[in-house]
Structure formats: structure tokens, C-alpha cells
């Protein structure tokens, strides 16, 4: 799909369980719906927000399916399919079926901390084998390696189906260097939230984005205004999601954004072991965050926050009419 456009917000979906940790798949047709009408760019599917290695393989599938049907082809969706192994990834590409996906985002190989050489080899044997578009995914701090700008630009070069990257290292000269020398068809796109808005002042194109989960309408406004070069339009949006940023890591993602999530009545805020929920302290904050930031009419009020958000999301003080 040379013609392939990911700009934007793409939304990194979590993946709702019920109180009996089963896959809520209610709740996940409800996400789906409510990201794609809130103006998301695309989805990504089965990443890390998704709790994707807690997940097993026919709970993959279903889900895979359930976005698929209910997203109806309207929004482009990529898929998460990376691992540590190269020969089963490979296989994996190889053998499985695509059809409803646009593209594929696999992460640095984790835990093995392959060298550079090892890494490029990697990911040149995913480019070979895999039937959609490539973004590489380098995220040192969960797979213990850091994929570097002199890796990544010659996978970029050397790789046709090699279109982007999201990047998640938080070095900023790292990720200057990769928008500076890239070539024209390779797009790099921001792995963090809170480091969207500058890293689009230096020319990357947008976020894989775990806060657009909740706030697909406000966030998408900030990205969509830094791609029309109205950076200081997306200020403002950007400094009243300061504080949610750091809210929503503090106890690990995807723990910060179901609490949240929960707030806002979409989800229920469960968590698969190894992970749990944030703390109360956590939670507490979140909740109070969430009120300073409506401006609901009477009529919401009597309904309580947690039908605001669906009702009128407009309702954000950060979304100004």
C-alpha cells in the first residue's frame, strides 16, 4: 500500500477485560466506535497498551476480528507483530492472514539485547517476509536495547516496505538526527505522548498515542494542528495535558489510562497479571484531574461525570470552540 498515509493520532487500543479478567468484548467494540468517531487517524492493534503478551491466541484472533468488523474499513488499522525471535516472527508473517490491516508495527527485538548488526538483520528479514508496510518500533526501555539513528536510517534506505518509525527513546537528538536524514517515503512518529508536540515542531507527523484512547477528540486537535504548522494554536492543548501525561505513567501503561478510562465510563479498570491497577493515590489524582477538566451543561451534571464524556465530548475546556 505505497499510498499508505499514517499522519495524525493513531491510537494505541487497550484491550478492556471484565472482573473475571475474560476479554470484554462489548466494551472493545464501544472503544473502537468511540476512537473512529472521535477523529483518530488510525489504530493500532495488539501493542503494548493492549496488553498483548497477556492475551492468548484465540483471544488474539477475536479481537483482531471484532476491530476489524467494527471499524468497517473507515480508519486505516495496523497491527502489533514483533517478538524476540526473527525465525517466528518471520513465520508468523508469512503464514497468517492480514486482510482488514493496513500495516504492521514490530518492536525491537527484547531481552536477547542484540546488537545493532543483529537488529538490522532482524527487521530486514521482517521487511522481506511481511505483506504490508513496516514501522519499526524502538523502545529501550522496555526491550533493554536502544535501536540508533545510524540503524534505523539505513534500515529506512535499505528497505522499501520499511515506511516509518515510532519512536520511544526520548532522545532527541537520536530521533533530530533520524527526521533530518531520512529519506522522503519514511515518517517518524512520536512513541510519547508528552513529547508529541515537540518532536512535531522538529517534523515528525504524529503519535502512536496512548492518552487518545480517552481523549481522541482533544489530542487529535493538538496533532492536527502542529501537522497545519499551528504550533501556537496546539500549545495551549498541550500544557493542559501536562499533568494527565505524568498521571498516566506514574504506575506503568497501560494501568494509568484504564484508570482513566474507567472515569470516563468506557471500561472496566482491569488489568491482566503481571500488571494491576494504579494505585489509590494514583487513582484519586486522576479522578480529580478529570473533574478540573469539564465544563459539564446542569443536565450532565445530574447524570455525574462518568456520561460526559460520551454525551458531548466537546464539553473539554482544552477544546474550545
Same mark, same amino acid.
Given at each position: 500500500?505505497?499510498? $499508505?498515509?499514517?499522519?495524525?493520532?493513531?491510537?494505541?487500543?487497550?484491550?478492556?477485560?471484565?472482573?473475571?479478567?475474560?476479554?470484554?468484548?462489548?466494551?472493545?467494540?464501544?472503544?473502537?466506535?468511540?476512537?473512529?468517531?472521535?477523529?483518530?487517524?488510525?489504530?493500532?492493534?495488539?501493542?503494548?497498551?493492549?496488553?498483548?503478551?497477556?492475551?492468548?491466541?484465540?483471544?488474539?484472533?477475536?479481537?483482531?476480528?471484532?476491530?476489524?468488523?467494527?471499524?468497517?474499513?473507515?480508519?486505516?488499522?495496523?497491527?502489533?507483530?514483533?517478538?524476540?525471535?526473527?525465525?517466528?516472527?518471520?513465520?508468523?508473517?508469512?503464514?497468517?492472514?492480514?486482510?482488514?490491516?493496513?500495516?504492521? $508495527?514490530?518492536?525491537?527485538?527484547?531481552?536477547?539485547?542484540?546488537?545493532?548488526?543483529?537488529?538490522?538483520?532482524?527487521?530486514?528479514?521482517?521487511?522481506?517476509?511481511?505483506?504490508?508496510?513496516?514501522?519499526?518500533?524502538?523502545?529501550?526501555?522496555?526491550? %533493554?536495547?536502544?535501536?540508533?539513528?545510524?540503524?534505523?536510517?539505513?534500515?529506512?534506505?535499505?528497505?522499501?516496505?520499511?515506511?516509518?518509525?515510532?519512536?520511544?527513546?526520548?532522545?532527541?537528538?537520536?530521533?533530530?538526527?533520524?527526521?533530518?536524514?531520512?529519506?522522503?517515503?519514511?515518517?517518524?512518529?512520536?512513541?510519547?505522548?508528552?513529547?508529541?508536540?515537540?518532536?512535531?515542531?522538529?517534523?515528525?507527523?504524529?503519535?502512536?498515542?496512548?492518552?487518545?484512547?480517552?481523549?481522541?477528540?482533544?489530542?487529535?486537535?493538538?496533532?492536527?494542528?502542529?501537522?497545519?504548522?499551528?504550533?501556537?494554536?496546539?500549545?495551549?492543548?498541550?500544557?493542559?495535558?501536562?499533568?494527565?501525561?505524568?498521571?498516566?505513567?506514574?504506575?506503568?501503561?497501560?494501568?494509568?489510562?484504564?484508570?482513566?478510562?474507567?472515569?470516563?465510563?468506557?471500561?472496566?479498570?482491569?488489568?491482566?497479571?503481571?500488571?494491576?491497577?494504579?494505585?489509590?493515590?494514583?487513582?484519586?489524582?486522576?479522578?480529580?484531574?478529570?473533574?478540573?477538566?469539564?465544563?459539564?451543561?446542569?443536565?450532565?451534571?445530574?447524570? %455525574?461525570?462518568?456520561?460526559?464524556?460520551?454525551?458531548?465530548?466537546?464539553?473539554?475546556?482544552?477544546?474550545?470552540?
Amino acid at each position: 500500500m505505497a499510498d $499508505l498515509q499514517l499522519k495524525g493520532l493513531g491510537v494505541a487500543l487497550v484491550t478492556p477485560f471484565k472482573t473475571d479478567k475474560s476479554v470484554d468484548y462489548e466494551a472493545l467494540r464501544n472503544m473502537v466506535e468511540y476512537v473512529v468517531t472521535g477523529s483518530a487517524d488510525y489504530i493500532v492493534v495488539l501493542g503494548t497498551t493492549g496488553e498483548t503478551p497477556t492475551l492468548f491466541p484465540e483471544e488474539k484472533a477475536q479481537i483482531r476480528q471484532t476491530i476489524i468488523e467494527v471499524n468497517a474499513g473507515r480508519i486505516p488499522l495496523v497491527l502489533g507483530v514483533g517478538g524476540n525471535n526473527t525465525q517466528a516472527v518471520v513465520n508468523e508473517l508469512l503464514n497468517n492472514d492480514y486482510s482488514g490491516f493496513d500495516a504492521i $508495527l514490530s518492536v525491537v527485538p527484547y531481552y536477547n539485547k542484540p546488537s545493532q548488526e543483529g537488529i538490522y538483520q532482524h527487521y530486514k528479514a521482517i521487511a522481506s517476509a511481511s505483506p504490508l508496510p513496516v514501522i519499526l518500533y524502538n523502545v529501550p526501555g522496555r526491550t %533493554g536495547v536502544n535501536m540508533t539513528a545510524s540503524t534505523t536510517l539505513s534500515l529506512a534506505r535499505d528497505c522499501e516496505n520499511i515506511i516509518g518509525v515510532k519512536e520511544a527513546s526520548g532522545n532527541f537528538a537520536q530521533i533530530e538526527e533520524i527526521i533530518k536524514n531520512k529519506p522522503d517515503r519514511f515518517e517518524v512518529i512520536s512513541g510519547d505522548d508528552s513529547i508529541t508536540y515537540p518532536l512535531m515542531t522538529l517534523g515528525a507527523v504524529g503519535v502512536i498515542s496512548v492518552i487518545g484512547n480517552a481523549f481522541p477528540v482533544q489530542f487529535g486537535k493538538m496533532v492536527r494542528l502542529c501537522l497545519e504548522g499551528k504550533f501556537q494554536e496546539a500549545l495551549p492543548i498541550h500544557w493542559e495535558f501536562n499533568e494527565l501525561f505524568n498521571l498516566l505513567f506514574v504506575d506503568g501503561n497501560p494501568a494509568g489510562v484504564k484508570c482513566t478510562l474507567n472515569a470516563l465510563g468506557l471500561i472496566q479498570n482491569e488489568l491482566r497479571l503481571p500488571l494491576v491497577p494504579t494505585r489509590m493515590s494514583t487513582n484519586e489524582k486522576i479522578h480529580k484531574l478529570l473533574k478540573s477538566l469539564y465544563t459539564p451543561s446542569p443536565e450532565e451534571l445530574e447524570k %455525574g461525570m462518568r456520561k460526559n464524556l460520551m454525551t458531548n465530548p466537546n464539553s473539554i475546556k482544552i477544546l474550545p470552540e
